[in-house]
Nanobody
Framework: QALLVESGGGLVQAGGSLRLSCAAS????????MGWLRQAPGKEREFVAA????????YYADSVKGRFTISRDKAKNTVYLQMSSLTPADTAVYYC?????????????WGRGTQVTVSS
């Protein structure tokens, strides 16, 4: 059973929006820092956004700052990534990740990823 499961990916036109969700299967993750990372074809995986255990602190890559918002619902044990003003450069597989202590990584637990494709 996967511990972290992403959903919400898909095909969207440039300028559009998507909201990704990451549902954790174990209650312990509700107190873990969590992050979103992405990997585009032929490129290394890169950090996108992270959130601390209680949601009070968030962190973003410069490339998504002002366009993406990370949030969490502890009651639902779910972390979200709201993405807006999407461009083709945002096309990638997006991964949810978690660690007991590290907010911006390295992460111990990983989801399987969800594909986001932005058409021009």
């Amino acid at each position: 059973q996967a511990l972290l499961v992403e959903s919400g990916g898909g095909l969207v036109q440039a300028g559009g929006s998507l909201r990704l969700s990451c549902a954790a299967s174990e209650r312990t993750f509700s107190d873990y820092p969590m992050g979103w990372l992405r990997q585009a074809p032929g490129k290394e995986r890169e950090f996108v956004a992270a959130i601390n255990w209680n949601g009070a602190n968030t962190y973003y890559a410069d490339s998504v700052k002002g366009r993406f918002t990370i949030s969490r619902d502890k009651a639902k044990n779910t972390v979200y990534l709201q993405m807006s003003s999407l461009t083709p450069a945002d096309t990638a597989v997006y991964y949810c990740a978690a660690d007991r202590f590290q907010v911006q990584g390295p992460y111990t637990y990983w989801g399987r990823g969800t594909q986001v494709t932005v058409s021009s």
